[in-house]
């Protein structure tokens, strides 16, 4: 279904949605510490909230996005956002931690569901030359969640307690359900049968190692993402500065978009290496002065750059290197980028429980290293963008 005017209400729903998607999947790394706390369980097992809501994002994503590739678009999105309202509901009123997990892990499902539909939602909205604009206004929801959503929940929540993010975020639900089911228009799923060439794709030269290495730097990525809030306490911030930290983070990535949309369309391969280059910078610097508050924010600041950079190069590299599996290739891409995030957070609680905070550094730099390595050796030729 092509809409020919340019559908400005449908496409704006969307990123909201895509807004309180984000911020719901980031939220417990902001307030990791006042959760810890009233649920009464340590902070390594309070990360295995996300590590929970991401392994279900991996299982799910790819067979849910074939299972409902035939069904309404429509419904299935508002289905979606009833079920992040659910989510986030529990959240609000559990009493224990196994209430928690059980509302993440169905967060996790819901996400999973969630960004099946809406890229391909957007697409269906615009004309085929309007494409790049559509899916860029959608996507900038994402960019907001890091730059806004998550510090202003986060300063919510220190202020008034954790529950009272996930009030915000359950209204918000809400309140966008009820849009998306009065004002997106009826989008019919595919026609066409649908088939995941699963072994094709992974025989695809370059995709293999690109895959290997987009979980392994994940994985290095979000041990310090995951518990960020106590790595910042342990430099000597107090807990209500770390809001305005998140911020600045925040800020650092949406300012690399254009830069990377840039760097993706001349040098790739480079740019892939200079952001992995940027985190384990970052990481080094909190491994050599962990202590000390004015590396711990620049460190985070670094990081946020190169968190804006990396994830657009690496799905520009997916799409460069698969360019006639493109849906397949992302949606393998997208499970190894959420085995990062669930196996980080897995892999910080373990060490912070074996270690402590000051392990959590020294093994991000090397994940990350060889996530690079990996990408480098791994595909020798150079990764340049498709003829056109």
């Known amino acids: 279904m092509i809409r020919k005017s340019w559908p400005w209400p449908s496409l704006l729903l969307l990123s909201l949605a895509v807004f309180v998607s984000v911020t719901t999947e980031l939220v417990p790394t902001g307030l990791l510490l006042g959760m810890s706390r009233d649920l009464g369980v340590s902070p390594s097992r309070l990360g ?37 309202t659910a989510s986030n509901a529990i959240m609000l009123v559990a009493p224990n931690y196994p209430v928690a997990f059980g509302a993440r ?54 202020a008034l307690g954790w529950r009272a993010a996930f009030a915000l975020l359950t209204a918000l639900a809400v309140g966008l359900t009820l849009l998306a089911w009065r004002l997106l228009p009826q989008v019919p799923g595919s026609s066409a049968p649908v088939r995941t060439p699963m072994r094709e794709v992974l025989r695809v030269p370059s995709f293999p190692p690109l895959v290997v290495m987009t979980a392994v730097t994940m994985l290095g990525a979000y041990l310090m993402i995951t518990y960020i809030a106590p790595l910042l306490q342990h430099a000597g911030l107090r807990e209500t500065q770390i809001a305005p930290v998140l911020f600045v983070n925040g ?38 002065q962990g202590t000390s508050a004015w590396a711990a924010v620049t460190a985070v600041v670094l990081f946020g750059v190169g968190m804006g950079l990396l994830p657009i190069l690496m799905q520009a590299a997916t799409l460069t290197v698969a360019p006639q599996y493109t849906e397949q290739a992302s949606g393998i891409n997208a499970s190894a980028y959420n085995v990062g995030v669930a196996g980080g957070a897995l892999a910080g609680g373990l060490t912070l429980d074996a270690w402590g905070l000051g392990g959590i550094p020294p093994l991000g730099v090397g994940l990350v290293a060889l996530g690079m390595a990996l990408y480098v050796l791994g595909t020798r030729r150079p990764v340049a963008p498709a003829a056109a």
């Open 48 to 84: 295995l909230l996300v590590t929970g809501y991401a392994a279900m994002v991996a299982l799910f994503a790819a067979p849910l996005g074939t299972l409902t590739a035939r069904m309404p678009r429509k419904q299935l999105l508002v289905a979606a956002l009833a079920a992040y």
């Open 105 to 158: 892990l169905l967060g996790g499902v819901t996400h999973g569901l969630f960004w099946a539909v809406v890229s391909g939602f957007a697409a269906r909205l615009v004309s085929p030359d309007r494409l790049g604009r559509a899916v860029t206004i959608v996507s900038s929801g994402g960019s907001m969640a890091v730059l806004v959503g998550v510090p202003t929940a986060t300063s919510l929540g220190t």
């Open 251 to 288: 800020l650092a990535g949406t300012l690399m978009l254009p830069v990377a949309g840039w760097v993706a369309d001349r040098h790739l391969r480079t740019g892939v290496v200079v952001a992995g280059g940027l985190l384990a910078a970052s990481l080094a610097l909190l491994w050599w």
